[in-house]
Structures are given as C-alpha cells and as structure tokens.
Nanobody, 115 residues
Framework: QVQLVESGGGLVQPGGSLRLSCTAA????????MGWYRQAPGKQRELVAS???????NYLDSVRGRFTISGSNAKNMVYLQMNSLKPEATAVYYC?????????WGQGTQITVSS
C-alpha cells in the first residue's frame, strides 16, 4: 500500500504562483512514477505533469514552461511549482503514484485562480 498526502492548494490571483507538495508513505520503494492530475467542474481528469524515478518528465502542453515538477531522491515526495497561473487552472489537483500493479491517488487539493 502507498498513502499520498497533498498540501499547498488555495486561492491565488491570476499571474500568481503556488507550490504543491505530495508526500508518499508505505511501500514507496515500488514507486516508479509520480505526478499530478487535475479535474475542473464538469470536465474530465487530465494529466498536468509527471516524473519518473529516472527524472523523465511529461507535461500538459498548456502548462509547459510555467509549471515545473520535481521529486525527491528518496522517492517519497513530488512537487509541482506553478507560475503565471491562469483562471483555467482552477480545479482539484490530485497526486498519483504508480507501482507495477496499480496507481494510487491522493485525496486532492483545491486550487482556485481568481481575482
């Protein structure tokens, strides 16, 4: 089992920045990929960014260059630095961690971008 706890969400003005953190606990040695999805009201959940244990990253095209994902060498934390935030980034952000047999999810953290 892997448990994930997110932090860092909140309200921010357009153009502002936020940093999300996700801490994994449990069988973290099996994790090979971690990342963030988001789900806005009435929309499907979409991948925002992910990072492998080999530090290979993947980004949603609309956030590339503004968001940066990073992870700890201990494989138990992943961060998402979000700059130049736009109102369309408003959503619940979910951390995920992949092990060979399944994907684990955090409980989600709300981000609202509004003036």
């Amino acid at each position: 089992q892997v448990q994930l706890v997110e932090s860092g969400g909140g309200l921010v003005q357009p153009g502002g920045s936020l940093r999300l953190s996700c801490t994994a606990a449990g069988r973290i040695f099996s994790i090979y990929n971690m990342g963030w999805y988001r789900q806005a009201p009435g929309k499907q959940r979409e991948l925002v960014a992910s990072i492998t244990t080999g530090n290979s990253t993947n980004y949603l095209d609309s956030v590339r260059g503004r968001f940066t994902i990073s992870g700890s060498n201990a494989k138990n934390m992943v961060y998402l630095q979000m700059n130049s935030l736009k109102p369309e980034a408003t959503a619940v952000y979910y951390c995920h961690a992949d092990v060979p047999t399944r994907r684990y999810w955090g409980q989600g953290t709300q981000i609202t971008v509004s003036s």
